[in-house]
């Protein structure tokens, strides 16, 4: 990289002032190994700080009016996408996605920004008919208080609006940890938020390399009303525990295993570029990715064919590079996971298809990878592997592949192609998923609640059912009338 990136911030922000930190911690370029900057690595003190912040924040905050709120969220909106490309640059170097996937990320980003700020006005409460004549039912909609959004790194931009945007447009005034993989993009999004005017201690960013430390602050605290992660279940979890404690509310995004199912009544051409695009992109690193494919017996050979020859022109490289449609993955412990699941996967009788290696271009990079003829003892049966592997189960009847995608502990995004209308009906009924994509790769969008059952997660973001998060309702009865 010859020149400094655009944006690139190495402070952290807290009670409106950009921090520096006794000690520091490395970003690396996932593609170079390169180190792209050193941000401050702060403890539980700096975290109580930034609560204050909130805190003191708070009562300002919500007694603007919405449309000021709303006003100020527009304002971020245009910003974010009038620095799409810095944004985009930053963090392809940050996480090494593709170019493209990082430019439409910052869309998909700000679209909650945009789209919140639509939504902060129509907070609405609601008058009930009551239980006597003398007495009214008011039923208000108020901000729950300060939130903490605690993010993973495969989404450096998304995962953030999607928390914060629902929650500025409440009332909310937030605290940011950000994975200590990405915390570029996220300082980055909150030096334009700075720009535009969110007055101080509304948004803060603690950056940090021992999560634990912050998580304990912000799960403790009574200051926080709402804890918001988006992450691993293990660690979902650990924190729902901890927050057990002071009674708080909690949003959690956790992790998938999402089966997608091909029918013999498939378009199978539909369905291998829906294959691809929910599999293999973001390399394979996003929460909705497929990590199975179920395939009917009568199209398995063709479609196995047809995936192959598709994926055998993904091109992988440095993100920056025109044309690179699979880039690196995050970091060793990542190449790891994807090897041992292909390991297990041959050792216990898969057929390796294609890919199966770490790169030719070394580092963090993986060779696209398809398994044919997994069974349930495999490991990618039922752990998430994050990373380029399309593992290929076959089966015979509808029955069997709803109980197959069933067969697991989570339950965030599932995805089918069929073309029978009652079949399509029967199986979008028969998931027990969040989500359901019939005859389509990729289903995220603000408009839409995003989440899962099981232990895929608690609550929903996106459309509006993701500010109700935020709110708490609080019930007025009026008497003596
Ligand atoms: P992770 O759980 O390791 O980390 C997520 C965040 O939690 C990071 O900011 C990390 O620093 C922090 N963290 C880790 N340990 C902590 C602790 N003890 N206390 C407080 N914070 C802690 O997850 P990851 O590897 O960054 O992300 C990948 C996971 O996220 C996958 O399982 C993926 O499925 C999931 N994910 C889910 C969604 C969704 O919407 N459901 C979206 C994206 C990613």
Redesign the pocket.
Known sequence: MSAEPQLLIDKAYVAGQWREGARRFAVTNPATGETLAEVPDLDAEVAREAVTAAADAWPAWKRRTAKERATLLRAWFDAIMANQEALARLMTLEQGKPLAEARGEVAYGASFVEYYAEEAKRVAGETLPSHGVDKRILVFREPIGVVAA??????PLA?ITRKCAPALAAGCPVVI?????TPLTALALVKLAEEVGFPAGVINVVT?SR??E???V??TDPRVRKIS????????K??LA?CAGTVKKAS?????NAPFIVFDDADLDAAVEGAVASKYRNSG?????TNRLLVQAGVYEAFLEKLAARVARLEVGNGLDEGVVQGPL?NAAAVEKVQSHVRDALDKGGRLVCGGEPHALGGTFFQPTIIADVTPEMKVATE?T?GPLAPVFRFETEEEAIAMANATEFG?AAYFYARDYRRIWHVMEGLEYGMVAVNEGILSTELAP???VKE??LGR?GSRHGLDEYTELKYVCVGGL
């Open positions: 605690i993010t993973p790194w495969n989404f995962m940890k950000p994975a200590e993989a940090a999560p634990a912050i998580g304990e912000l799960t992660f988006t992450g691993s279940t293990p660690v979902g650990r924190l901890q959690m995004e956790l992790g998938g690193q996003t929460c909705v990715c995050i998430e994050f965030l995003f989440g899962g895929s997660g973001e």
